[in-house]
């Protein structure tokens, strides 16, 4: 929740020369919904996406402050990101409706990021793998193969958002590898193997590179470090 429109425009105006020349990754910047025009209108013509940060699992209905997969497309929206920690944590989000969100992103044509991880709590007691396969297994659900290939995955270990704290290169990529097992469950080898799972955790200039040198792991899904131009363009271009 930073940012207003025009603090948006000014941030594009920053962001994007210093990324003019990258082609190696795909970028995408997910503003809050009031900045999505702005972000859609500044970044024209560049290699950047933009994404929402949530959205319901209707089509449209009586879900006052919601926002529809529609409306994202018609914005100019491509990516999405669903059951981000601090949705889960602060709002009510559960296994379930990520599962219902993914469905109907899918349906829609947006890529999907969807994010799992576990809590200070879960990581000291030995329940990573557990929370990881639950939270797996419930937002897979009853989706096939054929319909998943936009999908993404972030994995967040929530004890690592905000704090300063990163998972190590080496812990973050056995979560991964579960993951992928995961999916190789749900969605069949193919998939899996070419699936993305991006890392989120304090990811910020200084440990990009040895995060992303783990052959697990496909990218990065940047918080606080994204709202500075130059730090967000070092992690990219890192």
Known sequence: MY?????????????????SDHTRDEIAVCPPFVCVPAAVDTAKGSNIAIGGQNLHWEKEGAYTGEISAGMLLATGCTHVIIGHSERRQYFGETDDTVNLKLKIALEAGLTPIV??????????????????????????????????????????????????KTATPQLAAEAHVLIRGEAAKAFGDKLADSLRILYGGSVKPENAKALMSEEEIDGALVGGASLNASSFASIVNY
């Open 115 to 164: 994010c799992v991880g576990e809590v200070l709590e879960e990581r000291e007691a030995g329940l990573t793998e557990d929370v990881l396969r639950r939270q797996c297994l419930r937002a897979f659900h009853a989706i096939s193969g054929r319909k998943a290939g936009k999908l993404v995955v972030a994995y967040e270990p929530v004890w690592a958002i905000g704090t300063g």
């Open 3 to 19: 940012k207003t429109p025009d603090q948006t425009r000014d941030f594009f105006r920053d962001f994007l020369p210093l990324i």
